[in-house]
């Protein structure tokens, strides 16, 4: 009876003290006005020739005709369309500097369920599994910068940034790293900031 009633006050005081700030920012929409968000002031990049490389759960995932964008999940919605934070950014920095976007695809597409994604990247990076990657990201050799924009994943860059670097020459260029998390903080972070390579 006393174990009864302490659980019932820990619950009311998780829902009165946050609880229903998380079960909001959980399980709420998130929707958005993609051009409204993207308007952006243009920003004089000194004559540099860049590039935005983006990574982002939307064109990667196998999501389910009927998946709700919540924020948990990197995901936002317009009319009914899917959009990734990063994608997002990504847009707001292209309109910003003029620097052209791609995003990186993978061959193997991660789950619709955003826990089973998180299982699945925990696989990844336990046992190092390069992702197979498809994309038309063009000949970076014509680029002095690199704007990479990507979710944090495990405390580090997802397995599918990591091998984008790997299958690219990045020496002599300037490389800046975007990084969104949804709070789980930096574990260990090849590229932070900016670096010359």
């Not at 707001?92 to 699945?120: C, F, H, Q, W």
Request: net charge negative.
């Amino acid at each position: 009876m006393i174990l009864s009633a302490a659980l019932v006050v820990i619950c009311v005081l998780f829902f009165l003290f946050g609880g229903r700030t998380y079960i909001k920012r959980h399980y709420q929409t998130v929707h958005v006005d993609r051009a409204k968000e993207t308007l952006t002031e243009k920003v004089d990049m000194n004559g540099k020739n860049g590039i935005i490389i983006y990574f982002t759960r939307v064109g990667n995932t196998n999501f389910k005709e009927n998946v709700d964008a919540v924020s948990s999940a990197s995901l936002m919605e317009e009319n009914g369309i899917l959009i990734g934070n990063s994608e997002l950014l990504a847009e707001m920095l292209e309109n910003a500097t003029g620097y052209p976007s791609y995003a990186i695809r993978t061959k193997k597409k991660y789950s619709s369920s955003y826990g089973d994604t998180v299982s699945e990247a925990k696989k990844e990076m336990d046992e190092n599994i390069p992702s197979e990657l498809e994309n038309d990201i063009p000949d970076l050799s014509e680029y002095d910068t690199v704007v990479l924009v990507y979710p944090l994943w495990w405390g580090t860059l997802p397995m599918p940034v990591q091998t984008f670097l790997s299958e690219n020459d990045l020496e002599g260029k300037t490389v800046y790293s975007l990084v969104t998390h949804g709070g789980s903080g930096l574990k260990k972070l090849p590229l932070d900031g900016a670096v010359s390579l």
